[in-house]
């Protein structure tokens, strides 16, 4: 089995800051895209940042120069360094990560349980 375990959410003020991390845990070979994912009531899920083995990222613009998105491949853990926080990045932050689990098998997507951000006015 594979696990996505996040933590690290909670209430901040306007801008402040917090830290989120995404361990992936069990029966892994190999990860390629790890990332953040975040979602509000009635609305879809959309992309915050995701991190490629290789080692490049990508950010939404809505988080550009706020966010930073690392990686620690020994760990199998991702974090998400959010400053400046905004009250409309309150959101379930998800995290994500496209996992391989043996040599010959092919990759499937995992989803975190997800972890409450919210920002104050």
């Known amino acids: 089995q594979v696990q996505l375990v996040e933590s690290g959410g909670g209430l901040v003020q306007a801008g402040g800051s917090l830290r989120l991390s995404c361990a992936a845990s069990?029966?892994?070979?190999?990860?390629?895209?790890m990332g953040w994912y975040r979602q509000t009531p009635g609305k879809q899920r959309e992309l915050v940042a995701i991190t490629i083995s290789g080692g490049s990222t990508n950010y939404a613009d809505s988080v550009k120069g706020r966010f930073t998105i690392s990686r620690d491949n020994a760990k199998n853990t991702i974090y998400l360094q959010m400053n400046s926080l905004k009250p409309e990045d309150t959101a379930v932050y998800y995290c994500n990560a496209a996992i391989r689990r043996t040599l010959y098998s092919g990759t499937l997507d995992y989803w975190g349980q997800g972890t409450q951000v919210t920002v104050s006015s």
């Open positions: 069990g029966s892994i070979f190999s990860i390629n895209v």
